[in-house]
């Protein structure tokens, strides 16, 4: 699974506001349904990806995390 727990955090700590990201980075704004995807884990845009890097300065490594999700098995003793 993906998450952009990361690219949340780096928001708080640099106080960056949806606001802004939406109104105040010129070529690279976003639209709210696009905010919303990655504040909920959802799948966003390789362009998404491009802009949020240019915004913050940073790799998209600094921006997502991946945990492999785990299939249970049918019988576990097996």
Do not use: H, V, W
């Not at 955090?9 to 995807?37: A, M």
Request: aromatic fraction near 8%.
């Amino acid at each position: 699974m993906i998450s952009f727990e990361p690219l949340r955090k780096i928001l708080k700590s640099r106080n960056i506001s949806t606001y802004y990201l939406r109104n105040k980075c010129g070529r690279f704004n976003l639209d709210s349904k696009t905010i919303q995807r990655f504040m909920r884990d959802e799948s966003i845009s390789t362009y998404t990806l491009d802009a949020l890097c240019n915004i913050l300065d940073c790799a998209p490594a600094d921006l997502m995390e991946f945990t492999p999700e785990r299939e249970e098995t049918e019988n576990p003793e097996a």
